[in-house]
């Protein structure tokens, strides 16, 4: 009788297992994706935690990256070319996150860099990020986020237990009848006991209580709740970055490979009403046109016939135009999903086309009106990163226009992902911040005034450009002392900065100080002068203070 409940309960276990394995495919070694998984987990918390941003980014992502090549080579898993090209587009992103401070620079790095480990993630062993649309893009990382992290950890040890207690029944309950609980139960005995034996002895000797008090010390007692809430959320991330791993050795390569011919939804609006829609648009940008080569590249002269000065109609709408160029993007996009267009393409690749070329002229339009902003008051932040967006999103917008004349409109997804990271990019590698300084310098050459308070905001990307502008030939008086003051005030607040931990350091500020350290003819022709009546310490020159209060460039 014991015999055949035995072997009833071994057939039972091997259906459930065989269901299983045909729902999750087990790991080889599922303890790796758990170590892993709650390493990567505590390696944030340890990187993160009330840590300034620096390498730490950096450290993290190559070690996502390498516990993913790692258990992909100990699965025997083959890792295609193109996850290795997404892969150089991680480290690209996360190099340059690390390497500026200035806030949106480093923002949409971080952003381009994570939003890459999720691509890396749903095609990992097929590449299929090379054969997706946008939706296909969307509806995977949903599933990654919301199925794969949720239930994908889950799986694995429901799993794992099954192929555990197949090859002995009573294996587990024997184990944990003579091994795990005798030693819980010592250990819970043992720890009264122990501390009132340490409570003793260390009221009878005051160095042993010097060692017990050091010892208890490194608990911290008192950070007790802080130290449960990292917990928590160390096991529960985790636990999603298990399920994250698992999906990407284990379940990509394993699907078809979408069909970007394929349509996502059913098209449901006619042709004529599409025709209408699309050709409208074109009209209306047809007129807007007409209006900006009548007037706006045709000369300062016609404007002042219409009543307003060159500088009041020129030097508005910059950011409403391109604020049209995405909307008639996404029209497009659109109208090509629901749109049953497919008896009419040549009509409505004409039409797209036709629009993207007005579009164009929209956003030279824009361009120059940023230009004429420029000129009159100076480069910023916001107006340098919209010259970078309008050249990336003119590009984009070729490329668009080229997909649907030569039918390849499904493609879509690869050229904007490639304009996204252009922009990532191209932030990073121009350093925002010290182009802004050399324009703004470059405009006192025509006798416009210098924004000195602008630039004392701005993070230590400036640095070096403040210091070769500082050294320009001809600069005039007024400009070389703002900037030695500027220089000065930087070096000062910069040494009183306490020293961080390693995984804070930033290449941007240490070299700001290697480089200031360098300019000793500056430091000492423009000396900062503390413990005035000034809330800050002050720089006096040409009878003048120049406070080197600033509140955004210390990260």
Request: glycine share 6%.
């Amino acid at each position: 009788m014991a015999d055949s409940s035995s072997t009833d309960a071994e057939t039972s276990i091997q259906s459930e297992h065989n269901q299983t394995e045909e729902s999750v495919s087990l790991p080889k070694f599922p303890a790796a994706f758990w170590l892993l998984g709650v390493g990567i987990a505590w390696a944030a918390d340890l990187l993160f935690w009330q840590q300034r941003f620096g390498i730490s980014f950096g450290i993290w992502v190559l070690l996502i990256l390498g516990a993913s090549i790692y258990l992909a080579i100990r699965e025997k898993k083959s890792i295609p070319a193109a996850s290795l090209v997404l892969m150089l587009g991680i480290l690209a992103t996360a190099a340059l996150a690390v390497l500026r401070m200035e806030p949106v620079t480093r923002f949409v790095n971080v952003m381009a860099s994570l939003s890459l480990i999720v691509l890396l993630s749903i095609t990992f062993l097929d590449g299929y990020w090379l054969h997706f649309r946008v939706m296909d893009a969307f509806i995977k990382s949903l599933s990654l986020f919301f199925i794969s992290g949720i239930t994908g950890a889950a799986k694995l040890f429901s799993a794992t237990q099954k192929k555990v207690n197949l090859g002995n029944v009573n294996h587990r309950k024997t184990f944990w009848k003579t091994a795990i609980v005798p030693v819980l139960r010592g250990v819970l005995l043992a720890v009264p006991i122990l501390l009132v034996f340490t409570a003793l002895l260390a009221s009878a000797d005051p160095i042993f209580s010097d060692y017990a008090l050091s010892f208890l010390n490194i608990f911290k007692i008192e950070n007790l709740g802080e130290y449960t809430f990292r917990l928590f959320y160390i096991l529960m991330f985790g636990y999603i970055f298990t399920g994250f791993l698992l999906h990407g050795v284990l379940e990509t390569g394993s699907g078809n490979r979408p069909d970007p011919e394929k349509p996502w939804m059913t098209p449901f609006l006619g042709w004529i009403e599409t025709s209408i829609i699309l050709y409208a648009v074109d009209l209306l940008f047809v007129g807007f046109v007409g209006i900006q080569f009548r007037y706006f590249f045709g000369g300062e002269s016609n404007i002042h016939t219409t009543g307003y000065t060159y500088a009041e109609y020129a030097r508005r709408g910059a950011t409403e135009l391109i604020f049209v160029a995405v909307l008639a993007l996404m029209l497009y996009l659109t109208l090509k999903t629901i749109s049953k267009h497919q008896e009419q393409k040549r009509a409505f690749s004409l039409g797209a086309t036709a629009l993207f070329g007005l579009v164009l002229v929209i956003l030279v339009s824009s361009y120059q009106r940023l230009l004429l902003y420029e000129e009159a008051y100076g480069f910023t932040e916001i107006r340098t990163r919209t010259h970078i967006f309008i050249f990336w999103l003119a590009g984009l917008l070729i490329a668009t226009a080229v997909l649907e004349i030569i039918r390849h409109s499904e493609r879509f997804f690869q050229a904007l992902l490639i304009a996204c990271l252009g922009f990532s990019l191209t932030l990073g590698l121009i350093n925002v911040e010290g182009f802004i300084v050399q324009k703004n310098v470059e405009r006192t050459y025509q006798s416009k005034e210098l924004d000195i308070s602008y630039l004392n905001r701005l993070t230590s990307d400036a640095v070096p450009q403040l210091i070769d502008s500082y050294h320009l030939p001809g600069l005039d008086t007024k400009t070389k002392d703002q900037l030695g003051a500027e220089l000065a005030c930087r070096n000062h607040l910069l040494s009183e900065q306490t020293d961080s931990q390693w995984i804070s350091f930033n290449p941007s500020e240490a070299t700001a100080k290697r480089l200031l350290a360098e300019q000793k003819g500056i430091l000492e022709e423009y000396e900062v002068v503390t413990g005035s009546s000034s809330l800050a310490p002050i720089v006096k020159i040409q009878g003048e203070d120049y406070s080197c209060y600033t509140e955004r460039w210390l990260d």
